[in-house]
């Protein structure tokens, strides 16, 4: 009798077992296309979301990150004006599919549809772009982007550059992933022999002590590792700032202990800009800086504030200005350095994070206070 019993349930069960499956296949059947293709098709989290019929290519980023991206990437999003500055220069704006507020040059990628910004992206205004790829930079973004990212199976790349060297290799970096490797080799070449150039012409001369002013109150500069502190020695410049931080503050009374022989400043794009040298040369400190006594103040471009392309651009008129003995076809004009008081205007000061890339506009006074707090506690990838 037990032996029947347990022949019936396992029959039973059989039975149970066809059933449901029965049901599974007829609710697929009436499910619409667009409801079975996600129901067979979602992708696990952290995966990427690629089919299994696109092909996939394993690369690994400038962080030593691995990850998975379609063979031929058609949509991209940038989250870094430097990257997005990259893009047009490699000739894919039509592959850049949306990049954030910040994102401003060329004046092209205003019109692109916007994410937000680098620190906070919206993850739903990504995800609808439906991009193959986005762009991040290890600098400027946070972390928990990359893992928001990735939890809607959405790939990042990140880049991470340090040194003019690395920016030109960076962009041939992205130029080899998205296709279109000869362009990214001959701007680099073109870049390079620029650079070259400018060295050659500033072979006989020492070094100019500099400098770099992000903020002056308070007073932060750039540290020795910084892309930024690289720029100036190709410019024939060394910063007098010896820190191993990478935007330091730094104490006016050493500024006046070392007195630099120029003063460098990024040129401010913002309405809102602080006060011109004439108000720097009235405060105290300041002052008695034999380089503003002198005036001996260079002027660049808000690019030397970007690891991007142009800052070779940046470099080559800093050159000039710090050394006009070694561009003698240039004499005779107004010296570079001599800027009317009222036409400086400082540089803004840095993001959230531990890069000047994008200048905060409106500083506030709370925001200048917490200035300090956010270099050091910065997020990065």
């Not at 940038?78 to 004046?107: M, R």
């Not at 680098?118 to 193959?132: G, M, T």
């Not at 890339?357 to 006074?365: M, Q, V």
């Amino acid at each position: 009798m037990q032996q029947f019993f347990s022949i019936v349930v396992a029959r039973i069960r059989c039975a149970a077992c066809r059933f449901a499956l029965a049901a599974t296949l007829a609710a697929l059947a009436s499910a619409t296309p667009t409801q079975a293709q996600a129901q067979t098709t979602a992708p696990a989290v952290g995966t990427t979301a690629a089919s299994p019929a696109q092909k996939t290519r394993e690369v690994t980023d400038e962080t030593g990150r691995t990850i998975r991206v379609p063979q031929t990437i058609h949509r991209v999003v940038s989250l870094a004006p430097s990257i997005t500055e990259t893009l047009y220069a490699l000739g894919l704006q039509n592959e850049l599919v949306g990049d954030t507020d910040y994102c401003d040059y060329p004046p092209d990628a205003q019109h692109k549809p916007k994410v937000g910004g680098a620190i906070n992206p919206s993850l739903e205004a990504i995800a609808a772009l439906h991009p193959d790829l986005v762009f991040v930079t290890k600098a400027l973004n946070r972390l928990d982007t990359v893992r928001a990212l990735a939890t809607v199976n959405i790939p990042s790349y990140a880049t991470d550059p340090h040194t003019v060297a690395e920016i030109l290799s960076s962009t041939q970096h992205l130029a080899d992933l998205l296709g279109v490797p000869d362009s990214g080799a001959a701007i680099t070449r073109d870049l390079q022999q620029r650079l070259e150039s400018t060295q050659q012409r500033l072979s006989h001369f020492p070094l100019r002590r500099v400098l770099f002013v992000v903020w002056p109150q308070p007073l932060i500069s750039v540290g020795k590792k910084t892309f930024i502190a690289d720029a100036l020695l190709y410019a024939g410049a060394t910063s007098i700032i010896d820190s191993s931080q990478d935007w330091p503050q730094v104490s006016l009374e050493e500024v006046v202990h070392q007195q630099p022989e120029f003063l460098v400043f990024a040129e401010s794009h913002s309405s809102e800009a602080p006060p011109g040298i004439d108000s720097l040369a009235n405060l105290p400190g300041w002052r008695v800086l034999d380089a503003v006594k002198g005036r001996h103040f260079a002027l660049v471009s808000d690019a030397v504030n970007r690891p991007a392309l142009r800052i070779v651009s940046a470099i080559e008129s800093l050159a000039k200005q710090l050394h006009p003995e070694a561009y003698p076809e240039a004499r005779g004009a107004e010296p570079d350095n001599v800027i009317p008081q009222e036409g400086l205007f400082l540089s803004q000061p840095l993001t959230a994070l531990r890069s000047p890339e994008i200048c905060l506009r409106g500083l506030t006074k709370t925001a200048i206070e917490q200035l300090s707090f956010t270099l050091e506690s910065a997020c990065s990838l």
